[in-house]
């Protein structure tokens, strides 16, 4: 009987915890989900200085680094919540058809000696999709897919709005308003 006792006391001590288990769960805020991620690459005397250009979640906020020109420059991040108004602008432009076809790599057109910078963009959200788009002040860019030239619009927009920073050296195909 004794033994009996202890195995149902053990029984209801799982299940008390199990329950406690699954509400603490069910309390706990899940984490935004990352919907795209903009990593600016600077090529400068034969060396890559990434840095985090945007990262956009589906909770609607945007993460920006600062743009690194050295290896030894400093890691500020500024954040900030996108309006709703931002935030449709931003899946409506992820949610772009054009996006699916897109070629992996959008190379400079013509050869660069001294420095230039390329964006790794990986959408994560509702497609997965790897885009390396590369810039140099002044240069002529390819043609590019308007799917991507929104995109990289807003990327411009998000960033100068979250950031502050001046996007002149990106902005060869948009006019950031």
Known sequence: MNRRFGLRAFGFFVLALCFACEQTAAEKPE???LLLRVVNRHFTVGKRIPSVY????????????????????????????????????????????????LSHVYKLQRF????????????????????????????GQTALPDALGKLGCLILELRRNAYGDDATYYNAACTVR
């Open 112 to 139: 660069v000696i001294d420095s230039w910078m390329e964006w790794n963009i990986s959408i994560e959200q509702p497609i997965r999709k790897n885009v390396t788009l590369a810039f140099a002040g002044g240069s």
């Open 31 to 33: 984490h935004p989900k």
């Open 54 to 101: 945007l990262k956009a979640f589906s909770d609607g906020s945007v993460e920006c680094h600062e743009v690194k020109f050295g290896e030894h420059d400093k890691d500020d991040v500024k954040k900030m919540q996108l309006s709703a108004d931002e935030f449709a602008k931003l899946t409506s432009a992820l949610n772009e058809s054009g996006l699916r076809n």
